[in-house]
């Protein structure tokens, strides 16, 4: 199983090894310490349990794990989807990795991919944003009937209030 030492999660997720050491003794981040000399190791499957509970973090994480592909290793999908929103992602580049050698050829295609999902994911959130809006425009429309339905049974009620007064002072004359 795949470990983490304490710099190296540090620097995946851009932050400050002491951090990491906070997060271990809060409890946020299990870890367990081989010796005094060598410090604290995370298991990968401790680090993805704390990345899911981290969105601030997990995005970070699946940035810095896609474009290093940990060295070189095959990178977990569950890992390398965090923060980017799609599983797809990681079987990608888990596919790359297992298949090839080549790392200038695995990082340009990773990246490649990655911006191709990217631009879909783009293209598909403008789509339902539009849908929102024309939702929403509906609903304004909705709104402003019902606002002009309300006004008009205001001024029914005003002038039903003044006919009162009338026929109430008419009475009263009588």
């Known amino acids: 199983m795949k470990t983490y030492t304490v710099n190296d999660i540090a620097e995946l997720l851009h932050t400050n090894p002491e951090t990491v050491r906070r997060w271990i003794r809060e409890k946020k981040l299990k870890a367990t310490k081989s010796s005094n000399k060598e410090g604290n190791e995370i298991a990968e499957s401790d680090f993805e349990k704390f990345l899911k509970a ?7 994480a699946g940035i810095s794990l896609i474009s290093a592909g940990i060295g070189g290793g095959v990178v977990s999908p569950a890992l390398s989807a965090i923060g980017i929103g799609t599983v797809v992602v990681g079987e990608i580049i888990n596919d790359v990795l297992k298949n090839n050698d080549n790392t200038s050829e695995i ?11 990217f631009k879909n994911h783009l293209t598909s959130n403008t789509v339902k944003i539009k849908a929102k809006k024309e939702e929403v425009e509906k609903k304004r429309e909705e709104i402003a009937n019902l606002q002009a339905d309300i006004d008009k049974l205001e001024k029914k009620n005003k002038a039903l209030k003044s006919t009162l007064k009338i026929l109430l002072k008419e009475t009263k004359e009588k």
């Not at 981290?54 to 970070?60: L, T």
């Not at 990082?107 to 999902?117: A, E, L, M, V």
């Open 54 to 60: 981290s969105p601030k973090y997990a995005s970070v």
């Open 107 to 117: 990082q340009r295609y990773d990246i490649q991919d990655f911006i191709d999902i």
